[in-house]
């Protein structure tokens, strides 16, 4: 089976043959994969093996492998105080056809289902538990050191990009200067979360950010559901409240209400409600430092 494709487009994996890919995982990890378990995403296939252990395989770009390269997983494995699936294994490729690399993660199997898609439609039935259970991983996660940048949507975060995003979308006459760097997952959504047990999956993008990034990553992902982003704002209320974490959920607003974002994306109207309030905020005079 030809995997070849043609560089000038991208390549989803939820349509793009990926047997022979598959195959390879398989010999390498000495592993059979359960056909019936299999997850295909625009950018990963997941599947679980005979030894009850879960492969994680994606495809990135030449141009999207940073000078930290691309072990993202493992190095999420030293992480304390997280809940996370043990990572046991890997395997990188070039691929011969094109430029681009592949990787296969092997792991344990998670605790529960991905809470939903990235972005849910209906509100998920979630304990106070679990979201002590979120509380305690993500601020574990920022008091921890890295020498690592997060790369969100594979793109490696700068100060640069949140200024050109905010910038892009919305007005310029506010600073944009970001004070408190920490770790973050940086595509925390409700697909890279398990319930009814929480645990934390998909460690590829992390390192450090600008703070408040995954909380405003999430609340983008729930605008859909009023009462849930309210609750995601409410639990990481720190964040939301600080000037850093205003700029983040300006930042994810940005990619709802951007040049180039979905016209018909449901989050437009209350991601632009929140845009304005916190905009107006940031123009106001108390705001400078």
């Given at each position: 089976m030809s995997l070849s494709v043609s560089t000038g487009r991208a390549v989803d994996l939820r349509v793009r043959p990926v047997?022979?890919?598959?195959?390879?995982?398989?010999?390498?990890?000495?592993?059979?994969?359960?056909?019936?378990?299999?997850?295909?995403?625009r950018r990963s296939v997941g599947a679980r093996t005979d030894r009850h252990t879960w492969v994680r395989v994606e495809r990135r770009s030449l141009d999207r492998?940073?000078?930290?390269?691309?072990?993202g997983t493992e190095c999420a494995a030293r992480?304390?105080?997280?809940?996370?699936?043990?990572?046991?294994?890997?395997?990188?490729?070039?691929d011969p056809d094109?430029?681009?690399?592949?990787?296969?993660?092997?792991?344990?199997?998670?605790?529960?289902?991905?809470?939903?898609?990235?972005?849910?439609?209906?509100?998920?039935?979630?304990?106070?538990?679990?979201?002590?259970?979120?509380?305690?991983?993500?601020d574990a996660l920022a008091a921890h050191h890295t020498m690592r940048v997060a790369t969100p949507d594979t793109v490696t975060i700068t100060q640069a990009l949140v200024t050109e995003s905010i910038r892009t979308a919305f007005s310029?006459?506010?600073?944009?200067?970001?004070?408190?760097?920490?770790?973050?997952?940086?595509?925390?959504?409700?697909?890279?979360?398990?319930?009814?047990?929480?645990?934390?999956?998909?460690?590829e993008d992390w390192g450090t950010a600008p703070r408040g990034l995954d909380s405003a990553t999430l609340w983008a992902s729930s605008l859909v559901v009023p009462t849930l982003a309210d609750r995601v704002r409410h639990e990481r209320r720190?964040?939301?409240?600080?000037?850093?974490?205003?700029?983040?959920t300006l930042f994810a607003c940005s990619r709802i209400l951007g040049q180039y974002a979905d016209p018909d994306?449901?989050?437009?109207?209350?991601?632009?409600?929140?845009?304005?309030?916190?905009?107006?905020?940031?123009?106001?005079?108390?705001?400078?430092?």
């Open positions: 047997d022979e890919v598959l195959d390879r995982v398989e010999r390498a990890f000495q592993v059979r994969l359960d056909a019936d378990t299999v997850v295909r995403k492998i940073g000078d930290q390269g691309w072990n992480l304390e105080n997280i809940a996370q699936p043990a990572w046991q294994a890997c395997v990188v490729w070039r094109e430029p681009a690399m592949w990787r296969a993660d092997e792991t344990d199997l998670l605790p529960g289902m991905p809470v939903g898609t990235a972005v849910l439609g209906e509100a998920p039935q979630l304990t106070d538990a679990w979201w002590q259970d979120l509380n305690a991983s993500l310029d006459d506010f600073d944009t200067t970001v004070e408190q760097w920490a770790p973050a997952h940086a595509d925390l959504n409700w697909a890279n979360m398990t319930a009814p047990a929480f645990c934390l999956f998909d460690w720190r964040d939301f409240e600080s000037r850093d974490g205003k700029l983040m994306d449901p989050r437009r109207t209350p991601a632009g409600v929140e845009a304005g309030r916190i905009v107006a905020h940031l123009q106001a005079p108390s705001s400078c430092r």
